[in-house]
């Protein structure tokens, strides 16, 4: 049974930059069947898909955050990891990894499944 | 600011039925699979309906979905209490060199 968990800081300084990593296990990160993703949720708020990556390094990032973000993945510890820079107190969220499966057929067709349990991080000074 | 719009909230008995919407665009809905989520109080989001319809191994038959044009359904019958939870559909969106778009979410509430 696939499982993701998140780690990193709590707390991090504004104007700083966030690092996450994911670790999967139960399965490996370098299937040709999926990508890995990373979402985050303020506090009362909804869902913000931020970026997913493939095991080769390919990736795709929210056009919101993309001049802050790095997603990259390590398969020789079947973890991938999160860097978001810069950042204020509008970046305070619970931050989920999550698998994502993707194909196409007349249309992209990708779903997150299944979810880590999430990681609060506060920007605060 | 999400491009996939839903109800803020929805709520009914239960034993009843509910539907909640979830309304996109071309470069979304309308040319690729809706998701939907639920996300029960304090925990991670759990995949409900995948590719329009279809549902995960282990989620209750309750749960179905659908889509016509850019517009997407998830209709909850026989509600129970352990519904009560956040609801949010998804998609990718071609637009912008392509991105995953989650809707604005919406509380289902079992009164």
């Known amino acids: 049974q696939l499982q993701l968990q998140e780690s990193g800081p709590g707390l991090v300084k504004p104007s700083e930059t966030l690092s996450l990593t994911c670790t999967v296990s139960g399965g490996s990160i370098s299937s040709s069947s999926y990508y890995w993703g990373w979402i985050r949720q303020p506090p009362g708020k909804g869902l913000e898909w931020i970026g997913s990556?493939?095991?080769?390094?390919?990736?795709y990032y929210n056009p919101s955050l993309k001049s802050r973000v790095t997603i990259s993945v390590d398969t020789s510890k079947n973890q991938f990891s999160l860097k978001l820079s810069s950042v204020t107190a509008a970046d305070t969220a619970v931050y989920y990894c999550?698998?994502?499966?993707?194909?196409?057929?007349?249309?992209?067709?990708?779903?997150?499944?299944?979810w880590g349990q999430g990681t609060l991080v506060t920007v605060s000074s | 600011q999400s491009v996939l719009t839903q109800p803020p909230s929805v709520s009914e008995a239960p034993r009843q039925r509910v539907t909640i919407s979830c309304s996109g665009s071309?470069?979304?809905?309308?040319?690729?699979?809706v998701n939907w989520y639920q996300q029960l109080p304090g925990k991670a989001p759990k995949l409900l309906i995948y590719?329009?319809?279809l549902l995960p191994s282990g989620v209750s038959d309750r749960f179905s979905g659908s889509k016509s044009g850019t517009s997407a359904s998830l209709a909850i019958s026989g509600l129970q209490s352990e519904d009560e939870a956040d609801y949010y559909c998804a998609a990718w969106d071609d637009s912008l060199n392509g991105s995953y778009v989650f809707g604005t979410g919406t509380k289902v509430t079992v009164l």
């Open positions: 071309s470069s979304n809905i309308g040319n690729n699979a």
């Open positions: 990556i493939y095991y080769s390094g390919s990736t």
């Open positions: 590719y329009d319809d």
């Open positions: 999550a698998r994502l499966s993707i194909t196409m057929v007349r249309g992209v067709i990708c779903w997150f499944d299944p």
